[in-house]
């Protein structure tokens, strides 16, 4: 019998999303799931970017350039400007999702077993575009007694070896909601610099930074601008997620020109999302306070309802719209599918995303959660009360 490759056997499932049968069974059981696993907001779409596509009178629905149309690059580039990012539209590639911006970056800079160091717990799709490129991912720890703050810079250190070709970042972060400071983002510029890697910069989440706290992007490093590489997307920032719209952007000509080779086979990235995505640039900045608002409101609830929880710890986000919880249970992996077949109340339940996949390290965070507070305030407070209700009940 033929056997699929090694590289099929290490593609790890995706936390998010690999407990979708066990809450589909609870669906056709007539239970009500709270969904806290993932990261799809519930806030409505600018209808600015909804009507460029309903309203289009476009008749072929041909390719764009590979490298994404001129027209929405443009209207990105003057976008970055407005946030202290000087790039040209041709520093830009628009890319299927951010997801398809990481795979190129990754297949352009490295080579097969080569490393790129990653703070944990981290986005849990990097490790499938890690293995699919056949790159290592070395971890280096963030704790939640520091509120997953940058570690010390002695620690990344530590782990650059030859093969070392970048270190990796999401700021603000998915799944800790961590915001790296100004002074940590040149902490990382100077390492970088140093032992000549590439920093890459996951900045998706730039709008969603609280308590007066701003966001600092490493195309703001003067001086650095063969080694830095951000990737981007419509998704969170305009609740545009199955628009499936990214970009790239590095003003290191051989990288553009390495990741247009990878964008130029894969034809282009789809022309009416490019349209819906260029017309939500034009989204009046009230939209941003408003939805801004409405996640501090929301995190400061969910954040109180947790923490009055016996034995449960919890980070408090800086940024993004996620947050690590500890619980006071063994496996958190089998809690959450427990809670989903086994436990609810008034037929509602809810459905949360094991932490240990947000993890390459062995045995860490095996007790933890992340929670995407992307639901209206009433709906985490039932969503946390069902939690607390059921690890009471739930033996290990």
């Known amino acids: ?54 309203e289009n009178t476009v008749e ?34 628009v890319t299927t999702g951010a997801s398809e911006a990481i795979a190129f970056i990754f297949g352009s ?32 720890v963030s704790k939640m007694e520091d509120n997953f703050a940058l570690p010390e810079i002695e620690e990344f250190e530590k782990l650059i070896t030859p093969r070392t070709k970048a270190i990796m970042i999401c700021n603000p972060g998915n799944p800790t909601g961590c915001l790296y400071s100004k002074e940590e983002i040149k902490q990382l510029a100077d390492i970088v610099k ?3 890697l590439f920093l890459i910069s996951d900045e998706v989440y ?30 969170k920032r305009y609740s545009m997620c199955g628009a499936r719209v990214g970009c790239l952007v590095t003003r290191n000509e051989t990288i553009r020109h390495t990741v247009l080779k990878f964008a130029q086979a ?38 109180e309802a947790l923490k009055k929880i016996d034995g449960v710890k919890v980070s408090l986000p800086k940024g993004a719209f996620y947050c690590i919880a500890e619980l006071p249970v063994k496996n958190a992996d089998h809690f959450a599918q427990w809670i989903l077949e086994s436990f609810d109340i008034d037929n509602e339940t809810v459905m949360v995303a094991p932490a240990s996949g947000f993890y390459s390290s062995q ?20 969503a946390v009360n069902i ?8 033996k290990d």
């Open 1 to 54: 019998m033929p056997t699929i490759s090694k590289k099929g056997q290490l593609m790890p499932e995706s936390p998010i999303r690999k407990l979708v049968p066990y809450a589909e069974e609870a669906r056709k059981h007539g239970k009500h799931i709270y969904h806290l696993n993932i990261g799809q907001p519930d806030i409505k779409t600018p209808e600015i970017a909804l009507n460029a596509v309903k």
């Open 60 to 93: 072929i629905l041909s390719y764009s350039r590979s490298e994404g149309s001129e027209t929405y690059r443009k209207k990105l580039a003057a976008y970055y400007d407005y946030h202290n990012i000087k790039v040209s539209h041709k520093d830009i590639v």
């Open 109 to 140: 800079i490295m080579d097969v077993d080569d490393e790129v160091i990653i703070c944990e717990p981290f986005y849990a799709n990097y490790i499938a575009f890690a293995t699919a490129a056949s790159v290592k991912v070395v971890p280096i």
């Open 387 to 394: 939690i607390k209700e059921a690890l009471k009940v739930y």
């Open 206 to 235: 730039r709008e969603f930074t609280y308590d007066g706290e701003p966001h600092y992007s490493i195309l703001e490093l003067e001086g650095l601008d063969e080694h830095t590489i951000m990737i981007d997307s419509v998704s």
């Open 194 to 196: 140093r032992h000549d």
């Open 266 to 303: 894969r034809l282009s990235p789809p022309t009416y999302a490019q349209i819906a995505s260029e017309a939500a640039l034009d989204t009046p900045q009230s939209y941003f306070e408003e939805v801004k608002n409405k996640y501090i409101n929301r995190r400061d609830t969910l954040i």
């Open 363 to 382: 045995d860490i965070g095996k007790n933890q959660i992340r929670i995407a507070y992307v639901l209206n305030r009433r709906s985490l407070v039932k």
